[in-house]
């Protein structure tokens, strides 16, 4: 079993910041990609910003320059510190991780349970 934990949004005024963490824990060989995506009420979901386990990060054009990804390899973190916060930015956010639970095994993608981030202006 894998399990991810997200934490840390919340509501900011607008031009605020917040930083979502995201662990996971369990059966976990080894961690690929990583990346948060949102979903605002009547929208499909979209990715915000993708890391992968070496090679370049990649953002949404309407976060570039005010949000970063980033991660810790050692503690299966995915973080992203968002600043500048916009109303349009408020979202369900989700991460979700790419992981091989065991030598041999097929890699697999696993979504945290969600974190409600509100940009008030």
């Known amino acids: 079993q894998v399990q991810l934990v997200e934490s840390g949004g919340g509501l900011v005024q607008a031009g605020g910041s917040l930083r979502l963490s995201c662990a996971a824990s369990?059966?976990?060989?080894?961690?690929?990609?990583m990346g948060w995506y949102r979903q605002a009420p009547g929208k499909q979901r979209e990715l915000v910003a993708s890391?992968?386990?070496?090679?370049?990060?990649n953002y949404a054009d309407s976060v570039k320059g005010r949000f970063t990804i980033s991660r810790n390899n050692a503690k299966n973190t995915v973080y992203l510190q968002m600043n500048s916060l916009k109303a349009e930015d408020t979202a369900v956010y989700y991460c979700?991780?790419?992981?091989?639970?065991?030598?041999?095994?097929?890699?697999?993608?696993?979504w945290g349970q969600g974190n409600q981030v509100t940009g008030s202006s």
């Open positions: 979700n991780v790419e992981i091989c639970s065991d030598l041999g095994v097929e890699l697999e993608y696993y």
């Open positions: 369990g059966n976990i060989f080894s961690v690929n990609a």
């Open positions: 890391i992968p386990n070496g090679g370049s990060t």
